[in-house]
């Protein structure tokens, strides 16, 4: 037996309870990992909190991601004792997640730990951060220099903008941040690499169909009217890595953007992301990363504190990482 927090539904209302659930209750899967730590980010907060309809199947783990140590598998490429680090492929939504002792999977969703970080760190890093370095990458690939002008990064608050904030900072780049409480997280940005800040409803207004070109590149973590504004103001030939959807599926755009003035919107999903690539993104992080990232805000709790927490998340209570530890 091991413990998990282990949501369900009432009446249609979300419950959890921290369970003692038997190895035979856990999802087919060719490797068993003891689990050192998962994180809460904001689906993980709509999830537990039954604020969003993040789960597709009770009873549910919540976790979409976690770090830890092999078990057993009955894949090569992987030994008991090695550690390993899980990020997407639906786990807490429609696959038992992180917030649990133990978790069994396929092999193809994990990846080996890099060498440079522990586990608490990968965690510290966790999908937000493994995303951040995903939307990095796109500006690299798209050949943006640092000389070429400003980077822009919305929702820089978060988990995703604020290590974007980092990396673009790490490469060269002056990073222009958007968040919405500019008094209480400016310094804390800045202190992350930030060169100037803006308030987020700047971002929040209807867009024209083209505005002043002011950014080289840009990474979006919100979507929407956000991203339309953001992208009426990109330079010529620049890129927008877009990650996010927090403000709403659709898109108040026009063509104009991608026509007049070749913008590319280039779409950055951690679940979908080959594994090649998803190694790769890890290793860079370990490059990228200054050791003064993890000296950050970073809040560890136990399972016990993951309700908590939850709510705070999905008000908006929260700055920096919250790591579970399992």
């Given at each position: 037996?091991?413990?998990?927090?282990?949501?369900?539904?009432?009446?249609?209302?979300?419950?959890?309870?921290i369970e003692n659930v038997d190895e035979s209750q856990l999802p087919e899967g060719d490797v068993l990992v003891s689990v050192d730590y998962?994180?809460?980010?904001?689906?993980?907060?709509?999830?537990?909190?039954?604020?969003g309809k993040i789960i597709r199947q009770f009873p549910m783990v919540p976790g979409i991601d976690f770090s830890g140590?092999?078990?057993?598998?009955?894949?090569?490429?992987?030994?008991?004792?090695?550690?390993?680090?899980l990020t997407g492929w639906g786990v807490g939504e429609n696959h038992w997640g992180g917030m649990a002792e133990k978790a069994r999977l396929k092999a193809d969703w994990l990846v080996p730990l890099p060498q440079g970080f522990d586990t608490k760190q990968a965690m510290m890093i966790g999908t937000a951060g493994f995303t951040a370095m995903?939307?990095?990458?796109?500006?690299l690939d798209a050949?943006?220099?640092?000389?070429?002008?400003?980077?822009?990064?919305?929702?820089?608050?978060?988990?995703?903008?604020?290590?974007?904030?980092?990396?673009?900072?790490?490469?060269?780049?002056?990073?222009?941040?958007?968040?919405?409480?500019?008094?209480?997280n400016g310094p804390w940005l800045e202190k992350l690499g930030a060169s100037r800040l803006i308030e987020r409803s700047e971002f929040e207004e209807p867009a024209r169909p083209l505005e002043k070109q002011l950014w080289a590149g840009a990474v979006d973590t919100a979507g929407s009217k956000v991203l339309a504004?953001?992208?009426?103001?990109?330079?010529?030939n620049s890129v927008v890595a877009a990650?996010?959807?927090?403000?709403?599926?659709?898109?108040?755009?026009?063509?104009?953007?991608?026509?007049?003035?070749?913008?590319?919107?280039?779409?950055?999903?951690?679940?979908?992301?080959?594994a090649e690539k998803r190694i790769a993104a890890w290793n860079k992080l370990v490059?990228?990363?200054?050791?003064?990232?993890?000296?950050?805000?970073?809040?560890?709790?136990?399972?016990?504190?993951?309700e908590k927490y939850a709510e705070d998340i999905t008000n908006g209570q929260i700055t920096g990482r919250v790591v579970v530890k399992i």
């Open positions: 037996m091991f413990k998990a927090l282990v949501l369900d539904q009432e009446d249609k209302r979300t419950i959890a309870n998962s994180s809460i980010n904001y689906k993980d907060g709509l999830a537990v909190t039954g604020k140590t092999v078990l057993e598998s009955q894949d090569e490429r992987y030994t008991a004792g090695d550690k390993v680090v995903l939307c990095v990458q796109a500006i050949g943006v220099k640092p000389e070429d002008g400003e980077i822009l990064v919305t929702g820089a608050s978060g988990g995703v903008g604020s290590v974007s904030v980092t990396l673009l900072s790490q490469l060269g780049y002056k990073v222009v941040a958007v968040t919405g409480r500019i008094e209480k504004k953001v992208l009426a103001q990109m330079d010529y990650c996010g959807l927090a403000a709403g599926f659709d898109l108040p755009t026009t063509v104009m953007p991608f026509i007049l003035r070749n913008v590319r919107l280039q779409g950055v999903d951690s679940v979908s992301c080959p490059e990228l990363l200054p050791a003064s990232y993890f000296e950050q805000a970073c809040t560890e709790i136990s399972l016990e504190e993951v």
